[in-house]
């Protein structure tokens, strides 16, 4: 008996705090998610009462012309910008692995510096490089000619791809290093022995072996694109390009705490949750597909 | 007794030490929260607990009512009070014989421009209606400079547009609203700006006192800002602003029809639901409000936009000022601009979604997709849908 209830004890502090957290908020979401609100009065003091309210909010939610931009324009945010930091890791990975690098340690932890900037603080950092009349980049754009206004409703999506990328590359890349890493010697040898050149080595041998790093990243990064909210949140001061329901998790926020709509706000993250877990699957599902097909 | 107050404004708790001292019954404790806050509040009211007082800009005090966060001030002889404030201020929290809050702050629209370059490098005077505005921007826009820059996205200007113009777009009628953003007063403001919009005379990039404009005010490339009184402060952040601006009324309708000005801005103490101490609350809020040693506490530490008491703008407010070239605009300018306002205008309970609409719709309209004439008509039609989405009794005016 004791041995039993033993590893719940040590378990109980760590149970505690992540069902009160993390399951009980999860449930109550929701919850809200289908509840609405109904008041009589101007302002609701002739009474509130909140009810049961079936798939009406997801309805609304599916059915708001600017939740479903802000998924489109997410969901092209990804297609461009996890492809190009996934192939820029990659790049700079074997770049960095191989033989003929120098320094690797040094640019290692060069590449992956800005991983270490909070989100925020790269964004106000960035910012004073899209400015115009602050940017050195637009002064020097415009001496040769180039007008470009990093800030501009068709441009700001972009400028905010560029504050990713130039964050999570060096992270995304350490992981496919460790992978790397972790190829047996042997492997390279023998490829040497049978006359294999550095590109051979790298499609042949090190491409294939790096699958499950690659997965990975990619996973994280759609993850991380469907939560996308502090860099537009902070450029939407100075871009008129960006509204307040421009990513999906900023039209979740709007409506909780800007439009007091918690049904619809639960509801809008909910379909949130669920996109990232059904585009996680797929991701998984076509790597598993491609691993048989071998 | 002790009375918790969240608010935005520095050192309030140095406004509050002057109440605290001046008694032994109630004592007030202030913390600051970021002006973006209000999630923080509604959600420890929600939970049960949160301060005694919070600070709430005017428009956003019906949500607060509308997300059951209030006291509603009548309740505890308030209407009493209501002589102490400018009638301006007090207008913007009263809906159908409640009051809501305790104006603190508000900010009447006046026009600041950079002098040295409008008018002594352009030859130009500050626009005093809006058919002079076109002209001037006109004018200005041709040097390579811009008179004014926007941020199509805050929806709350172009409601600072037809608040002055004339307009009431929201009208509590019995158990209802009634919904009218497609008056003459509306369209005439939307005709005007679409003309201005489709002319590209005006900057359309960013905002008053975002990073950018300063950059672009340091350099006297954007030259004025149509904004809240608070906004004197702002200037005063220009790069190398010293003795080179100066302040003119907003630009009103040739033909007279509207007012002096409007609104931008604001701030009002409310009394939270969970309060336990509702009177004394209010007491200290009335107080702060309209005692003139609160007020000029109140200019000197928390840089409040504008005094809503009757008659008593704060004695640093009486003199000129150094950095507006010697003006004493607020006496000149800003008096007249408090005392021009549109009474009969009222907050909805949804004014951040609003807001959102005319913001989303602005955008649109400079870019060239939808004018502002139809976004209007639009924008009614989907804030009564809204309405009625969250339970509330709305129409469209007939």
Same mark, same amino acid.
């Given at each position: 008996?004791?041995?039993?209830?033993?590893?719940?004890?040590?378990?109980?502090?760590?149970?505690?705090?992540?069902?009160?957290?993390?399951?009980?908020?999860?449930?109550?979401?929701?919850?809200?998610?289908?509840?609405?609100?109904?008041?009589?009065?101007?302002?609701?003091?002739?009474?509130?009462?909140?009810?049961?309210?079936?798939?009406?909010?997801?309805?609304?939610?599916?059915?708001?012309?600017?939740?479903?931009?802000?998924?489109?324009?997410?969901?092209?945010?990804?297609?461009?910008?996890?492809?190009?930091?996934?192939?820029?890791?990659?790049?700079?990975?074997?770049?960095?692995?191989?033989?003929?690098?120098?320094?690797?340690?040094?640019?290692?932890?060069?590449?992956?510096?800005?991983?270490?900037?909070?989100?925020?603080?790269?964004?106000?950092?960035?910012?004073?490089?899209?400015?115009?009349?602050?940017?050195?980049?637009?002064?020097?754009?415009?001496?040769?000619?180039?007008?470009?206004?990093?800030?501009?409703?068709?441009?700001?999506?972009?400028?905010?791809?560029?504050?990713?990328?130039?964050?999570?590359?060096?992270?995304?890349?350490?992981?496919?290093?460790?992978?790397?890493?972790?190829?047996?010697?042997?492997?390279?040898?023998?490829?040497?022995?049978?006359?294999?050149?550095?590109?051979?080595?790298?499609?042949?041998?090190?491409?294939?072996?790096?699958?499950?790093?690659?997965?990975?990243?990619?996973?994280?990064?759609?993850?991380?694109?469907?939560?996308?909210?502090?860099?537009?949140?902070?450029?939407?001061?100075?871009?008129?390009?960006?509204?307040?329901?421009?990513?999906?998790?900023?039209?979740?926020?709007?409506?909780?705490?800007?439009?007091?709509?918690?049904?619809?706000?639960?509801?809008?993250?909910?379909?949130?949750?669920?996109?990232?877990?059904?585009?996680?699957?797929?991701?998984?599902?076509?790597?598993?597909?491609?691993?048989?097909?071998? | 007794?002790?009375? =918790?107050?969240?608010?935005?404004?520095?050192?309030?708790?140095?406004?509050?030490?002057?109440?605290?001292?001046?008694?032994?019954?109630?004592?007030?404790?202030?913390?600051?929260?970021?002006?973006?806050?209000?999630?923080?509040?509604?959600?420890?009211?929600?939970?049960?607990?949160?301060?005694?007082?919070?600070?709430?800009?005017?428009?956003?005090?019906?949500?607060?009512?509308?997300?059951?966060?209030?006291?509603?001030?009548?309740?505890?002889?308030?209407a009493e009070q209501e002589d102490q404030f400018?009638?301006?201020?007090?207008?913007?929290?009263?809906?159908?014989?409640?009051?809501?809050?305790?104006?603190?702050?508000?900010?009447?629209?006046?026009?600041?421009?950079?002098?040295?370059?409008?008018?002594?490098?352009?030859?130009?005077?500050?626009?005093?209606?809006?058919?002079?505005?076109?002209?001037?921007?006109?004018?200005?826009?041709?040097?390579?400079?811009?008179?004014?820059?926007?941020?199509?996205?805050?929806?709350?200007?172009?409601?600072?547009?037809?608040?002055?113009?004339?307009?009431v777009w929201f009208r509590p009628e019995s158990?209802?609203?009634?919904?009218?953003?497609?008056?003459?007063?509306?369209?005439?403001?939307?005709?005007?700006?679409?003309?201005?919009?489709?002319?590209?005379?005006?900057?359309?990039?960013?905002?008053?006192?975002? =990073?950018?404009?300063?950059?672009?005010?340091?350099?006297?490339?954007?030259?004025?800002?149509?904004?809240?009184?608070?906004?004197?402060?702002?200037?005063?952040?220009?790069?190398?602003?010293?003795?080179?601006?100066?302040?003119?009324?907003?630009?009103?309708?040739?033909?007279?029809?509207?007012?002096?000005?409007?609104?931008?801005?604001?701030?009002?103490?409310?009394?939270?639901?969970?309060?336990?101490?509702?009177?004394?609350?209010?007491?200290?809020?009335?107080?702060?409000?309209?005692?003139?040693?609160?007020?000029?506490?109140?200019?000197?530490?928390?840089?409040?936009?504008?005094? =809503?008491?009757?008659?008593?703008?704060?004695?640093?407010?009486?003199?000129?000022?150094?950095?507006?070239?010697?003006?004493?605009?607020?006496?000149?300018?800003?008096?007249?601009?408090?005392?021009?306002?549109?009474?009969?205008?009222?907050?909805?309970?949804?004014?951040?979604?609003?807001?959102?609409?005319?913001?989303?719709?602005?955008?649109?309209?400079?870019?060239?997709?939808?004018?502002?004439?139809?976004?209007?008509?639009?924008?009614q039609t989907e804030i009564v849908e809204i309405?009625?989405?969250?339970?509330?009794?709305?129409?469209?005016?007939?």
């Open positions: 008996m004791r041995s039993k209830s033993a590893p719940w004890i040590l378990l109980a502090p760590f149970l505690v705090v992540f069902i009160s957290t993390m399951i009980v908020p999860i449930l109550m979401a929701i919850g809200y998610s289908f509840s609405s609100i109904e008041r009589s009065g101007l302002l609701g003091e002739g009474g509130v009462t909140r009810s049961f309210a079936g798939v009406e909010n997801y309805v609304a939610a599916l059915s708001n012309a600017n939740f479903i931009e802000s998924i489109g324009r997410m969901i092209l945010f990804g297609i461009v910008q996890v492809t190009v930091m996934i192939v820029a890791a990659t790049l700079l990975a074997l770049l960095l692995e191989s033989a003929s690098a120098k320094f690797p340690g040094f640019f290692r932890a060069t590449y992956f510096l800005p991983y270490g900037i909070p989100g925020v603080i790269a964004t106000i950092l960035w910012s004073y490089l899209y400015i115009p009349g602050l940017s050195p980049i637009v002064d020097v754009l415009g001496l040769v000619g180039i007008n470009i206004d990093f800030l501009g409703p068709n441009m700001v999506l972009w400028s905010i791809a560029n504050i990713v990328t130039w964050t999570y590359t060096g992270y995304n890349m350490l992981i496919i290093i460790a992978q790397l890493k972790a190829i047996p010697g042997e492997l390279y040898e023998a490829a040497k022995i049978d006359g294999a050149g550095a590109f051979k080595v790298a499609t042949s041998i090190q491409l294939p072996l790096i699958r499950p790093a690659l997965m990975l990243t990619i996973i994280f990064s759609i993850i991380g694109t469907l939560q996308l909210f502090a860099e537009p949140q902070l450029l939407q001061s100075m871009s008129a390009g960006i509204t307040s329901e421009y990513t999906p998790n900023m039209s979740a926020y709007a409506f909780a705490f800007q439009y007091n709509d918690i049904g619809m706000a639960a509801a809008q993250a909910v379909i949130i949750a669920v996109s990232a877990f059904a585009l996680s699957a797929i991701a998984l599902g076509i790597s598993s597909w491609t691993e048989k097909r071998r | 007794m002790t009375l =918790t107050y969240w608010s935005w404004f520095k050192d309030l708790q140095k406004v509050c030490d002057i109440f605290n001292e001046k008694q032994d019954r109630i004592r007030v404790e202030a913390t600051w929260i970021s002006g973006e806050d209000y999630a923080k509040i509604l959600s420890a009211v929600a939970a049960g607990g949160g301060p005694d007082i919070g600070h709430v800009d005017m428009r956003s005090v019906p949500e607060f009512a509308l997300a059951g966060a209030l006291v509603d001030l009548t309740r505890y002889g308030f400018a009638p301006s201020a007090i207008s913007q929290v009263n809906i159908e014989n409640s009051f809501w809050a305790v104006p603190q702050d508000y900010g009447p629209v006046a026009t600041f421009y950079n002098r040295e370059v409008l008018e002594d490098e352009l030859g130009l005077t500050p626009p005093a209606t809006w058919e002079e505005f076109h002209e001037t921007a006109g004018a200005v826009s041709e040097t390579g400079k811009s008179l004014i820059s926007l941020d199509p996205g805050d929806g709350f200007m172009p409601i600072a547009w037809v608040m002055q113009a004339g307009a158990d209802g609203w009634i919904v009218n953003m497609t008056d003459d007063a509306s369209i005439r403001v939307a005709e005007f700006w679409d003309q201005i919009l489709a002319e590209k005379i005006i900057g359309t990039g960013y905002g008053a006192f975002t =990073t950018p404009w300063y950059a672009a005010a340091g350099e006297g490339k954007v030259l004025a800002a149509i904004g809240g009184s608070w906004s004197d402060a702002l200037i005063k952040t220009v790069p190398d602003g010293h003795g080179k601006w100066a302040v003119a009324p907003m630009p009103v309708w040739q033909d007279g029809r509207g007012y002096a000005s409007a609104v931008q801005g604001s701030s009002s103490g409310v009394i939270l639901s969970n309060s336990q101490h509702p009177l004394e609350a209010l007491e200290f809020l009335t107080w702060m409000s309209t005692d003139p040693e609160s007020i000029d506490a109140m200019i000197e530490y928390s840089g409040i936009g504008w005094s =809503t008491a009757k008659d008593y703008i704060g004695k640093a407010r009486q003199q000129p000022s150094e950095f507006f070239s010697g003006q004493n605009y607020n006496e000149e300018v800003m008096v007249p601009m408090a005392e021009g306002q549109n009474l009969e205008w009222t907050w909805a309970p949804l004014m951040q979604r609003v807001s959102t609409i005319i913001g989303d719709g602005m955008t649109a309209a400079v870019n060239g997709e939808i004018p502002l004439t139809d976004m209007f008509a639009n924008a309405m009625r989405e969250i339970g509330l009794d709305a129409e469209e005016a007939r």
